[in-house]
């Protein structure tokens, strides 16, 4: 249940003397009388997701001197996958930071993110959600009823499977893969004629080891912080798609909340977004020196003409996307910007 009481937030612009005396009350203040904000989200807590969740929760807490407890929730222990975007707009939990493709299925244009082999690296989605395209995006969540307070990254993708490697589209034929609930990746499986599943992350490690998939895509942090490359033989490094995610509240709450909270929740999800992104590059490198060394994947480098020919295999998405959403958002595209040029 939402916690906010309307608190005289008379203390936050004290002086630093009676800053301090307030600063002890607060720890005083019973949980109806701070704001409580809930924060759930579906990974562990050493992945880039978890650990910038638990630094925003404790530089919320160290900002408002207490009077703002954001309370953090991972591995899906209150909501899965599934549920957590329904439970945010129904006001049980207050903050989620879903990946991109998971609010597709309520602002569709975010699919534009999950364009296969659209990113060459993070510094061009970066150049891509300040344009004018991630502008249109971030209203459109608005105007579905979302806040959206800030975008934290994980890194690019990688293909895991337990057959054979992946090195040609026609290696994917026939095997069973777990996807994230996206319509657009669900098309790059079905060009390249594999089979899908939508399943919530939490079930793939159980997925494979019972054998009910033979392969998945996530990002180096996320594999490992699952331990699902224990129950993998090969893994692809395609960097075919971009993992990032959007830091949600529901409008109406954040509306409700006094300016200077919003205010405090605002810096602290700045200070936290610069160093999030330094870490989730560094948990990826980490977490792929963890594949390399454990010596239980066979590790294949997509070369330039193989990714030459999984583009090519890929191709028709872009003219569905099209059709469907309007031009646009493949000509703002950082590799297609430059080619104007
Ligand atoms: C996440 O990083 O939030 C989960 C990604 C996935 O569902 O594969």
Redesign the pocket.
């Known amino acids: 249940m939402i916690l906010i009481m309307i608190f005289p937030l008379f203390f936050l612009s004290l002086t630093s003397c009676q800053t301090q005396k307030v600063a002890e009350d607060n720890e005083q203040l019973s949980r109806e009388e701070r704001i409580v904000i809930r924060f759930s989200?579906?990974?562990g807590e050493k992945?880039p997701?978890g650990m910038a969740a638990r630094k925003f929760a404790s530089l919320v807490k160290e900002k408002s001197n207490g009077f703002v407890e954001v309370q953090v929730f991972p591995n899906g222990y209150l909501y899965k996958?599934g549920e957590e975007i329904d439970a945010l707009l129904r006001g049980d939990i207050q903050m989620i930071?879903?990946?991109t493709?998971?609010i597709s299925s309520y602002v569709p244009e975010w699919q534009a993110i999950d364009l296969p082999f659209a990113f060459q690296d993070t510094d061009e989605v970066h150049e891509y959600l300040e344009g004018n395209v991630g502008n249109k995006l971030l209203n459109e969540l608005e105007r579905k009823g979302f806040y959206p307070l800030g975008m934290w990254e994980?890194g690019f993708?990688q293909m895991t499977n337990t057959s054979k490697p992946l090195v040609k589209p026609e290696d994917f034929r026939g095997l069973r893969f777990?996807?994230?609930p996206s319509e657009i990746i669900r098309q790059q499986f079905l060009e390249l004629k594999a089979e899908l599943q939508t399943n919530?992350?939490n079930e793939?490690y159980q997925l494979l080891e019972k054998n009910k998939i033979d392969g998945?895509?996530?990002?180096y942090s996320?594999i490992v912080s699952k331990g699902i490359h224990s129950q993998q033989k090969y893994m692809t490094v395609s960097n075919h798609g971009y993992?990032g995610?959007v830091v949600l509240l529901k409008k109406e709450f954040w509306d409700k909340l006094p300016e200077d909270i919003q205010q405090i929740l605002q810096e602290s999800i700045e200070e936290v977004t610069a160093w999030e992104k330094t870490m989730a590059r560094k948990l990826n490198d980490e977490s792929l020196q963890e594949l390399k060394n454990c010596g239980c994947v066979e590790i294949h480098y997509l070369s330039e003409e193989e990714k030459q020919l999984w583009e090519e295999a890929l191709k028709p998405i872009y003219q569905r996307f099209t059709n469907r959403f309007g031009a646009e958002y493949i000509k703002q595209l950082p590799r297609n910007k430059e080619a104007e040029h």
Do not use: C, G, W
């Not at 998945?216 to 990002?219: H, P, R």
């Open positions: 989200h579906i990974v992945t997701k996958d930071a879903p990946a493709a998971k994980n993708k777990r996807i994230m919530s992350f793939v998945q895509e996530n990002t996320n993992l995610y």
